[in-house]
């Protein structure tokens, strides 16, 4: 079945430091593939997203680009911010459901 | 406007009682997706709904799990005689996509996180 390789945590960085968490995925077919981010405290809310190879999201200063041939989508932020301490979950689907890594704790630290 | 919307927030059972926890999805939206998450780990998918048909219940792990959705809104997850691997927090999103598009997003409740004793 499909699944969700994704950098374990805890990240730990200090703030203005460039961030990368690493995600890669493994399907028969081609998949859409999202980043998640889960706050303390709150619901999973979508952070970005990429449709089909080559695709870039953005949001929040945070990219992921869709690379094919590797079937990952490695999260970045080139100056991280107290207030992005959070749980960073790659997903992705094929069909109906989404499948989840792990998730990443980052800590950011003033 | 609201999102999606789950109750209770916490529940506690001892083990065997049967629970049964609610999920209210945004309004209008067509699917509906019930996930489980274990501590420090990432949601993994039990049950799907398009309006009041359940397409797919192939995550639900043992027939002791049982979700409806008879109007086409609202759901419910029940759980029988609670075991204690069942402790985990249980994930409602809502889409308002018909089928399993994946280019419409999932809108995720808080969760209800069940503890059993």
């Known amino acids: 079945g499909d699944s969700v390789t994704q950098m374990e945590g805890p990240v730990t960085l200090s703030e203005e430091a460039f961030l990368t968490i690493n995600c890669t995925y493994t399907?028969?077919?081609?998949?859409?593939l999202f980043w998640y981010v889960q706050y303390p405290g709150e619901g999973l809310q979508l952070l970005l997203k990429a449709t089909k190879a080559d695709d870039k999201g953005s949001n929040k200063g945070f990219e992921a680009t869709y690379r094919k041939e590797t079937t990952s989508f490695h999260l970045e932020k080139g100056s991280v911010q107290v207030s992005d301490s959070a749980v960073y979950f790659c997903?992705?689907?094929?069909?109906?459901?989404?499948?989840f890594g792990g998730g990443t704790r980052l800590m950011v630290k003033p | 406007g609201a999102g999606v919307s789950q109750s209770p927030r916490y529940k506690v059972a001892k083990r065997g009682q049967d629970v049964a926890l609610r999920c209210d999805p945004i309004?209008?939206?067509?699917?509906l997706f019930w996930y489980q998450q274990a501590l420090g780990q990432g949601p993994e998918f039990l049950t799907y709904?398009?309006?009041?048909?359940?397409?797919?219940k192939s995550g639900l792990p043992s027939d002791r799990f049982f979700a409806e959705r008879p109007e086409g809104s609202v759901s419910t997850l029940k759980i029988q005689r609670t075991q204690q691997e069942d402790s985990a927090v249980y994930l409602c999103?809502?889409?308002?996509?018909?089928?399993?598009?994946?280019?419409?997003?999932?809108?995720f409740g808080p969760g209800t996180r069940l503890t059993v004793l």
């Open positions: 709904f398009q309006n009041e048909a359940q397409l797919d």
């Open positions: 999103a809502s889409s308002l996509a018909l089928g399993g598009w994946a280019y419409n997003e999932q809108f």
């Open positions: 997903a992705g689907t094929a069909g109906n459901m989404l499948t």
């Open positions: 309004s209008g939206h067509v699917s």
């Open positions: 399907a028969t077919g081609y998949p859409s």
